[in-house]
């Protein structure tokens, strides 16, 4: 059965979009899978390497809409990924989601539509509108990425309670996949952030991503992060950077195919 996991935060800039682009690569050396860019700055799109969206290409726009077959949207990126794209039209949908009853169950509705993939990943916006509420009320789980260095005990709050209400009124099976510190450093700032994660029951903490130009450099060139890593560098430096900023991630997937043992 199809795993959705969303990968969601209101804060801009935590790593949402560079740690769905990471999980989902890996995961599609083994598994087949498909991205959900539900952002409308699309940066999910293009760190894919997906540039050039042409007027009449369909998007994550068309998707929020029952009567469009999900199918029809989907683009083979040339990683293995699959991808429903975005781009700046997406913001309207908002829009048109909160004008409308129960709009937060079309896009459960449209996945379902999508069962021949073995793992779905949702690229939220950086904000907790209808598009994130539409995201976790089809998941199955949520990822947390939290920047280390501006983590905001009350910002975080603030998003376990949306989670909890999603849980309550639209989504009973939604789990907390756990939270996953990015940009950590040695600063003190940093090692106290993780310090107040730890502390939060029930929410399981991954280990930390370190702060590294890499992603920037690999959402720059379209090349999600793994495969950048082994295109562009010796050997050496490849097998340092992937155990600093890949294990983090290889950590998430093993959980998700752990997970997918327990349930089956
Ligand atoms: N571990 C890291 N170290 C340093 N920079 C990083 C790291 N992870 C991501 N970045 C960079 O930080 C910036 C923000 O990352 P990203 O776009 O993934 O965040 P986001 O949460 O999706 O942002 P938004 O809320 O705008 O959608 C990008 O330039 C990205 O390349
Ligand atoms: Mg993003």
């Known amino acids: 059965m199809t795993k959705i996991v969303a990968i969601a935060n209101q804060k801009g800039g935590v790593a949402k979009t560079s740690s769905t682009i990471a999980i989902a690569s890996l995961i599609s050396r083994g598994k087949t899978c498909l991205t959900i860019d539900l952002d409308p700055q699309g940066n999910c799109t293009d760190g894919l390497g997906v540039r050039d969206i042409s007027d009449d290409?369909?998007?994550?726009?068309?998707?929020?809409?029952?009567?469009?077959?999900?199918?029809?949207?989907?683009?083979?990126?040339?990683?293995?990924?699959?991808?429903?794209p975005a781009d700046i039209g997406l913001a309207q949908k908002e829009v048109e989601l909160i004008a409308a009853p129960d709009s937060h169950y079309i896009l459960k509705e449209q996945l379902r539509k999508l069962s021949q993939y073995d793992y779905i990943f949702?690229?939220?916006?950086?904000?907790?509108?209808?598009?994130?509420?539409?995201?976790?009320?089809?998941?199955?789980?949520?990822?947390?990425?939290?920047?280390?260095?501006?983590?905001?005990?009350k910002g975080y709050k603030q998003l376990l309670s949306t989670i909890q209400a999603v849980q309550m009124r639209s989504n009973?099976?939604?789990?907390?996949?756990?939270?996953?510190?990015?940009?950590?450093?040695?600063?003190?700032?940093?090692?106290?952030?993780?310090?107040?994660?730890?502390?939060?029951?029930?929410?399981?903490?991954?280990?930390?991503?370190?702060?590294?130009?890499?992603?920037?450099?690999?959402?720059?060139?379209?090349?999600p992060i793994d495969r950048y890593i082994q295109e562009n560098h010796s050997t050496k430096e490849r097998d340092d950077l992937t155990e600093k900023l890949i294990e983090p991630y290889q950590r998430i997937v093993d959980r998700l195919l752990s997970l997918e043992v327990a349930y089956a």
């Open 172 to 223: 009973s099976d939604l789990q907390i996949l756990g939270v996953l510190p990015t940009m950590s450093d040695n600063t003190n700032i940093s090692k106290g952030a993780l310090v107040s994660l730890s502390k939060v029951e029930g929410v399981d903490v991954f280990h930390s991503v370190p702060r590294s130009i890499k992603f920037t450099e690999s959402q720059l060139a379209g090349i």
């Open 122 to 153: 949702i690229d939220c916006p950086p904000s907790l509108g209808r598009l994130t509420y539409s995201a976790l009320t089809a998941a199955d789980f949520v990822l947390i990425p939290v920047q280390c260095q501006y983590f905001s005990a």
């Open 57 to 84: 290409q369909f998007t994550a726009y068309n998707l929020l809409d029952l009567r469009q077959d999900p199918n029809a949207i989907v683009l083979s990126t040339q990683w293995g990924i699959d991808l429903t």
